[in-house]
């Protein structure tokens, strides 16, 4: 293996290992967040310092400047990631547990999935992406034993499902970023990215009252180390992970970090907010792993012949150097 060989597994695997573990962390650090700052004022204060962050630093590298063609893809990238999938997972985590949201977040890659199969033309998912899949959302599933914790009577059924609609939203992103035509530099479009959606959520804060309900003066520590971990881990390091790596992968095999965070937020929730930890969970995640085998396994995929030809060669490369198969 040559050195540039080496050099994109390392990135792989770094990449890889910040969207599963470090998103798994973040759910409880909303949890914090959000039990004493107003759910869209959090995560619009979080995006957008994040976005500054990455943006002053990609200028000051010397990245290319953003072009007219880039303005509307970030645009419509800002509003499915953040107005929609971060605001209402944030509005939901008020009324839902960490380890909760995680499970409705882990939907992700079935949304994926099939968004894939209408978006992109000649993609189709093979049989052991589908069994991948499934069995990852078992896995996922049997965290929660037993059954009854599902009741009704313990879930807020309008906060679940703004979650779930915020997974569908982040999907939608994560297909269309594929496609859309952005900066080259991964800092820089994550940096736009997030700026434009840090915007609208403190604009959709503010319309909705939130202001009023903020106590700058009154933040427990907390709070505002679960807001400063958001900031720094699981936007500025995490984010750019995962849009460098939606650029060399497919969207469903970046999108199995949905079925490993919520093992690392249930971890967590044990280590830090004294959460149970049973038999369960490492049976879960034996299951989950597996699932995440099958899918980083499978063959590569199909290409559409009118893909973009730097992107078609990024993304062999990096299915290639996934297959644990061959």
């Known amino acids: 293996m040559s050195k540039l060989d080496q050099h994109m597994q390392f990135k792989l695997i770094a990449a890889f290992a910040a969207i599963y573990g470090i998103w798994g962390s973040t759910f409880i650090a909303i949890k914090y967040a959000v039990a004493a700052i107003p759910p869209f004022l959090m995560m619009g204060i979080r995006s957008l310092a994040?976005?500054?962050?990455?943006?002053?630093?990609?200028?000051?590298?010397?990245?290319?400047?953003a072009k007219e063609e880039h303005v509307i893809p970030i645009a419509i990238i800002g509003t499915l990631f953040f107005l929609v999938g971060h605001g209402l997972l944030?509005?939901?985590?008020?009324?839902?547990?960490?380890?909760?949201?995680?499970?409705?977040?882990?939907?992700?890659?079935l949304w994926i999935a099939?968004?894939?199969?209408?978006?992109?033309?000649?993609?189709?998912?093979?049989?052991?992406?589908?069994?991948?899949?499934?069995?990852?959302?078992?896995?996922?599933?049997?965290?929660?034993?037993?059954?009854?914790?599902?009741?009704?009577?313990?879930?807020?059924?309008?906060?679940?499902?703004?979650?779930?609609?915020?997974?569908?939203?982040?999907?939608?992103?994560?297909?269309?970023?594929?496609?859309?035509k952005l900066p080259k530099s991964p800092g820089l479009s994550a940096g736009l990215e997030l700026i434009v959606g840090g915007l609208l959520l403190l604009a959709c804060g503010l319309l909705m009252g939130e202001g009023n309900q903020l106590r700058l003066h009154e933040l427990p520590l907390h709070s505002l180390l679960g807001l400063l971990y958001l900031i720094m881990f699981g936007s500025v390091i995490t984010f750019t992970?995962?849009?460098?790596?939606?650029?060399?992968?497919?969207?469903?095999?970046?999108?199995?970090?949905?079925?490993?965070?919520?093992?690392?937020?249930?971890?967590?929730?044990?280590?830090?907010?004294?959460e149970s930890l049973?038999?369960?969970?490492?049976?879960?995640?034996?299951?989950?792993?597996?699932?995440?085998?099958?899918?980083?396994?499978?063959?590569?995929?199909?290409?559409?012949?009118?893909?973009?030809?730097?992107?078609?060669?990024n993304t062999r490369k990096a299915d290639e150097k996934l297959s644990f198969s061959d």
């Open 114 to 180: 099939v968004i894939e199969s209408f978006m992109v033309k000649d993609y189709k998912a093979t049989s052991r992406t589908i069994i991948g899949l499934v069995i990852g959302f078992l896995g996922i599933s049997l965290l929660f034993a037993p059954w009854e914790k599902f009741s009704t009577h313990h879930i807020d059924s309008l906060s679940a499902f703004a979650i779930l609609l915020g997974a569908l939203s982040w999907s939608g992103g994560a297909v269309y970023s594929r496609v859309a």
């Open 278 to 313: 049973s038999l369960q969970i490492f049976m879960a995640t034996i299951i989950i792993v597996i699932s995440v085998y099958l899918i980083l396994g499978q063959k590569r995929e199909k290409v559409s012949p009118g893909a973009n030809p730097g992107l078609i060669r």
């Open 241 to 274: 992970a995962y849009i460098w790596l939606l650029s060399v992968a497919s969207a469903t095999r970046v999108g199995t970090h949905a079925y490993v965070n919520p093992v690392i937020a249930v971890f967590f929730g044990w280590a830090i907010a004294g």
């Open 50 to 65: 994040a976005g500054l962050i990455l943006y002053l630093w990609s200028r000051g590298r010397g990245d290319e400047k």
């Open 90 to 109: 944030a509005w939901g985590q008020q009324k839902v547990s960490s380890g909760l949201a995680a499970l409705l977040c882990a939907s992700q890659p």
